[in-house]
Structures are given as C-alpha cells and as structure tokens.
C-alpha cells in the first residue's frame, strides 16, 4: 500500500484538490491544506527529506517580491474609480442616441462600450454592474427581449477579460513567465474580433426577430440641430478626418500591428479633439458652429477613455513603460478624469481603495496557497506526470489543444478564473512549451476559453452579477409611468447561452488563425544568419621575456 500511494501521489494529489473544491472550500485554504498533507504524508513515507517545507518561507516571498502582480491593484483601482465617476453612464447614453434609431442599436452600443470599458477598467464586475444599472432599463423600457437584453450586458462585461488591461491575462503571464507586454498585444485583436462576433449576433436577432431587438422612437433621440437634422454627417465627416491625420502622422512609422492602430489611434483623437474645442469655444464668441451637436458630444464623451487607453495601453506597447507602470499612470489618469468630472470624493476614493484591497489580497492569497501546493505537487514529479499525460495524447498540437479547451471549459463550471490560472495554467504550460507551442498564443487561447467561467449558468459571476442589480419583482419605470415585468433568473441564463457558444468559436478561430496572436512578434528579419561572416582582427603580441632560467 505505501509503495502504490508513493507511486501514484501525484494523481492522488490533484484528485484530492479537486474533491476538496468541490466541498466547497476556499481555494486558497484547499490549496494550502492539501499541500501541506500530502509534504507531511511524504515526509513520513520517506519520500521527502524532513527539511522538505523549509524552502515553503522563500517561495512565498517570491509571490510578496513580484513586481509583475503589481499590476493588478493598480487596474483594479483604476477601473473602480472610473466606474464610480459615471464615465461608464455618459458613454452608454451617448452612444445609445448615436445608434438608437437603428435596429438593434442599443445592443450595439452596449457591446460598443463594454469593449471600451474593457479597454479602461479590465474589471469584469465593474462593466457588468454599471451597463446593468444603466442600460437594462433603457432596454426593457422601449421592448427589448430580456433573454437578449441580459446576455448582451452580461458578454459585454465579460471583454474586460480578454481585452487589454485585463487582470487574468497579468496572471497569465506570470504563470507561463512571458511578459505581460506581449500578453496585451497578443490578445488585441482576438479582443476586437470577439466584440466583432457579438455585434455580429446583435445584428442577425435584430433582423430574424425584429420585435426582439427593436430601435428607439424617434422622440427619444437627443442632440439634434434646430433644423430637427441629428448631425450625423458632421460626426462622420469628423470621423474620417481623424482616421486622415491619423495615418498621415504614422504614414513613415515603422511600427506595426496593434502598435499601429493604439498610436494612430492617440493622433486621431487629439486632432478630433481639438476641432470639438476649437467649435466651443467659437460658438460661445460667436454663436457660430461648424459641428454639430451630436458630433462635439460624442467627441467629449469619447476621448478621456480613449486617452485613457493610449496612456495605459500605448505606452506599454511600444515599450515606454511596463505594465506596471501603465498600471500607476492608468490610476493617476482616472483619478484626473474623476476630478475633471468634478465626481470625485473621498467617499469614492475610500470605497476604491478597500475594493481594490480586498480584490488583491484574494489574489495573493490564491497565489500563496497555490505555491504550498506547487511545492509538494513539483516534489513528487506531479508535473512530468501532467506533462507526460497531456504530451502522449493523440494528435499532436492540434488534439492537445482541444483535449486542454474541453478541460478548461468543464472546470469552468465550479472554479472562476483566478483559480484556474492558478491552478491549472502551471501544469499545463510545461506541457505546451514541450510540444514547442508558442505560450503567448496559448495564453490567449485560455484567456478567451475562461471567459466562459463568467457567462456559464448557474455558477457564472457575470449573471450574478446582473442578477444583483436587475429588477427581481414587478416595478414602475420612471419616464414612461408603465408597469414592467422583473427579469427572472431563467431569462438571464438563456440570454447568457448563445454568447457562451460564441465564446468557443472564437477558441477555434484562434486555433485556427495563429497570426491574430502572434503579430506580437514583429516584423522578422530578412537577413540569412548563415550569410554573417564575423572577422576578428589578428593581434600581435610582443614576445615574452622571462629571464635566465634560475639555477
């Protein structure tokens, strides 16, 4: 008996961990205290030497001495305050009046700004609450369906996981010790190209099931000009301009991919920016104004997160800053646009602050337990165990992959996920990296598949989320004076349902297209090493002269 538990600890271990967690114990305890038995059991079997756990000390001041984890109080913080300062609620009517008339239009402009606040605040509860506070509402007042309704606010939310700033792709990296630079860059556009899947379904409910996603009445669109017209034409003239100056300023830069887009991107803005000012301050001499209404609105309402973004994402990209130092500017920024807003108070920075404390030392104390349990699971060979599992399995790469993804999606069900990649990601890495998989692809691949964790009924966070902010009993809205009907935890679950799916194509699609991810590389270079010739200079040296031999 004792030769076969010495023998077989490893599984033994992970099965244990995993029976423990589905008691429902905190992961961080689970981690620890499975640790910590199996290292005790091994000492006594003989399998380690007593001294075994003294190394237990310097591993976790590894996790108190990592700059990269840093990170993550910062874009905690910085996505809390924004969140609070009513950034997310200027947004979310300005863009509902830009797109309300068209079918569907609010959807589009839910999902338009969750990927926006995705890119600012990289804090899935904060997009999930603010746009269910916000824009539910909206959308139930003027006949959206509710199972569509909640699953659009609900996915939107969910891009501040795959979306640079996010805090699981921070952790990601750190597991799979890639930089958390070319994590964010590799995961840009599977980030936009998502955000693209779900308008795309927004689009196809809109014109299957009108009544569905319906369009708002033309009462209810603002900012219009005198002449009754909406201005869209200025805002569109404004748009392609930007887009002009833009590539005219990066017409000989060399940078490419999403360095490219975040660069022309901050020229863009600044130029159209400038034109809003420029029109303000013209009307307010002269009455006279070359933008419209809707054009300079949408301009002041656009910019601070867009800045926002070029401050925190721009500056890591081409190389000025690190993460964590993007993270610092990111925080002081949204503490400036608070301020701006003249939103912000003590009381909102206090409630940020504990917030962004508690989210960090959940982290650090998953991290913790998860080293005790590293420690052991490293000492019994756990992880040529997984890596000789998952490196045996028919297929190669591609079977590997899919076998991973399936793993990953079940576990999704019962761990969020902090706890798969803490969990999960260390003994999958080593596995990938043997198969000669690039880890930044794979990273991405993970990270788009545990956003699954947060739409998946019943366990998921986003629809708790929505849950605690959505109308559980009959109420009055408040503009209209009519009676509505609550929206029912089964409505949530549905609407949750087909974003769930296209979360897993989108697996496939960055399986299948590498190049979205591995743009992160650069432009290789065209010189053959083999054609290098290195000549070194042949040097003279005096002769030496050591004397007459002694006698």
């Not at 947004?91 to 008339?101: A, H, R, S, V, Y």
């Not at 509860?125 to 909206?138: D, E, N, R, Y």
């Not at 991107?265 to 809003?276: L, Q």
Request: charged share 10%; proline share 5%; aromatic share 12%.
């Amino acid at each position: 008996m004792t030769a076969f538990i010495i023998a077989n600890m490893a599984p033994i271990m992970f099965a244990s961990l995993v029976v423990v967690l589905l008691l429902g114990y905190p992961a961080a305890f689970s981690l620890g205290a499975v640790g910590l038995f199996y290292a005790i059991i091994g000492v006594e079997l003989g399998q380690f030497h007593p001294d075994f756990l003294q190394a237990l000390p310097e591993r976790v001041y590894g996790v108190m001495n990592n700059d990269t984890l840093l990170a993550i109080p910062f874009f905690t913080f910085m996505g809390l305050v924004l969140e609070r300062s009513g950034m997310a609620e200027d947004l979310l009517d300005t863009i509902g009046q830009l797109f309300g008339t068209i079918r569907g239009g609010l959807a589009y402009a839910v999902i338009f700004v969750g990927a926006l606040l995705a890119a600012t605040t990289g804090v899935v509860a904060a997009s999930v609450i603010s746009m269910g506070l916000i824009s539910l509402p909206i959308m139930l007042r003027y006949g959206y369906d509710r199972r569509v309704a909640a699953g659009v606010i609900a996915a939107s939310g969910t891009l501040a996981q795959i979306i640079p700033p996010s805090l699981v792709l921070i952790v990601m990296a750190d597991q799979l010790g890639k930089s958390v630079g070319d994590m964010y860059e590799g995961a840009f556009i599977p980030g936009l190209v998502l955000a693209g899947l779900y308008a795309l379904y927004a689009f196809l409910v809109s014109m299957i099931f009108p009544k569905a996603a319906p369009g708002l009445p033309k009462e209810a669109i603002g900012f219009r000009e005198d002449s009754g017209d909406r201005g869209l034409r200025s805002l569109g003239v404004l748009f392609l301009a930007s887009c002009v100056f833009g590539w005219f300023m990066m017409r000989n830069s060399e940078t490419h991919g999403a360095d490219y887009v975040v660069l022309s991107m901050f020229y863009g803005i600044i130029f159209a920016f400038a034109v809003a000012v420029l029109n303000w301050v013209i009307d307010k001499l002269t009455g006279f104004r070359f933008l419209s209404k809707m054009a300079q609105q949408t301009t002041f309402v656009m910019v601070p997160p867009l800045f926002l973004i070029f401050l925190v994402l721009g500056t890591i990209f081409i190389g000025i800053a690190t993460p964590t130092e993007g993270g610092a500017m990111g925080a002081a920024g949204a503490v400036i646009l608070g301020a701006a807003k003249r939103r912000l108070s003590w009381d909102l920075i206090r409630q940020a602050t504990e917030s962004t404390a508690k989210l960090s030392a959940f982290v650090v104390f998953i991290l913790v337990g998860a080293r005790v349990f590293s420690l052991t699971f490293y000492g019994v060979n756990g992880h040529v165990w997984v890596e000789h599992l998952l490196t045996s399995l028919p297929g190669g790469q591609v079977g590997f992959l899919i076998f991973v993804n399936l793993f990953v999606f079940v576990l999704a069900f019962f761990l969020d996920f902090f706890e798969l990649a803490f969990i999960v990601i260390p003994l999958l890495g080593p596995a990938a990296e043997h198969l000669g998989i690039d880890l930044i692809w794979f990273g991405v691949i993970l990270g788009v598949n545990m956003q699954t964790s947060f739409m998946h009924p019943p366990f998921g966070f986003a629809l708790f989320y929505l849950r605690s902010v959505a109308p559980k009993e009959r109420y009055t809205d408040r503009l209209t004076g009519k009676r509505m009907e609550p929206v029912t935890t089964g409505q949530i679950y549905w609407g949750a349902v087909p974003f769930v799916v296209i979360q897993m194509i989108m697996v496939g699609l960055v399986i299948a297209f590498p190049s979205m991810v591995m743009h992160y590389k650069g432009v290789q270079s065209n010189i053959d090493p083999n054609t290098i010739k290195i000549e070194v200079p042949q040097i003279e040296l005096p002769p030496l002269d050591f004397g007459p031999p002694s006698k």
